[in-house]
């Protein structure tokens, strides 16, 4: 089946978006690099990582920067998602924001209006696509199509969920050898774009490069 031409500006719109967004939020992570010419991620020396972490805090400049990595990894996802034709722009009633100057009085607390924002799914809601999307790849070794996925899973259940949530001392402090790993699978999911996404998105997200 043909995606029709709305589906196809999507596609081409959002995920462009949100390919641009993994990209500046991962390099601004301070662990890993994008190497333009190889199209590949890889993972700054480990010291040099720490050094960026004690800047942005003392004590939680690293969680702060494993946040900001774990978010872009998922926007990753997501874009990849988007391209493929496997994840779809839908809306979802929220609670809707009050507009400035609205009096936040106790009759209007109870009667917020909700509103239509976009819903891109949670990594975890979003696990059978990824699946659906290493399934139609002939060209990826089974070895590949297994980090990808494993990786995704260890980002969703130990990492980005529990950094999110809730604030543990020294939770990241020995885990960035997991990045070698990581990286191939986020350069696995490059290597399925097209050049002319992945240019598009580098010219948001790294415009002055």
């Known amino acids: 089946m043909q995606p029709s031409p709305d589906k196809e500006y ?19 992570s301070k662990m890993v690099e994008l190497d333009r010419d190889s199209r590949t991620f890889k993972p700054v020396p480990e010291l040099a ?4 972490a ?8 690293r969680v702060m920067l494993w946040i900001l990595f774990s978010t872009g990894a998922e926007y ?14 839908r809306t979802k009633q929220k609670l809707g924001i009050p507009l400035k100057g609205t009096p936040w009085t106790s ?6 209006p909700a509103s239509d924002v976009a819903n891109f799914y949670t990594m975890g ?16 070794s089974q070895d590949d199509k297994t980090r990808v996925q494993h990786t995704y899973d260890l980002l969703r259940d130990a990492i980005r969920n529990r950094d999110a949530h809730a604030y543990v001392k020294g939770v990241r402090a020995a885990h960035f050898h997991v990045l070698e790993t990581f990286c191939s699978a986020f350069n696995t999911l490059l290597s399925l774009l097209e050049d002319d996404a992945l240019n ?10």
């Open 107 to 112: 009759e209007w607390l109870q009667s917020v």
């Open 49 to 52: 990582f720490e050094a960026e």
């Open 10 to 28: 999507f596609a081409a719109g959002e995920g462009v978006r949100q390919l641009a967004a993994a990209i500046a939020l991962m390099c601004s």
């Open 200 to 209: 598009g998105a580098l010219k948001i997200a790294m415009p002055e490069a």
């Open 54 to 61: 004690a800047k942005q805090h003392p004590a939680f400049g």
């Open 125 to 140: 809601q979003v696990r059978s696509q990824l699946a659906q999307l290493l399934a139609r790849l002939p060209d990826v």
């Open 76 to 89: 990753l996802l997501k874009a990849s998602l988007i391209f493929s034709g496997l994840l779809e722009l």
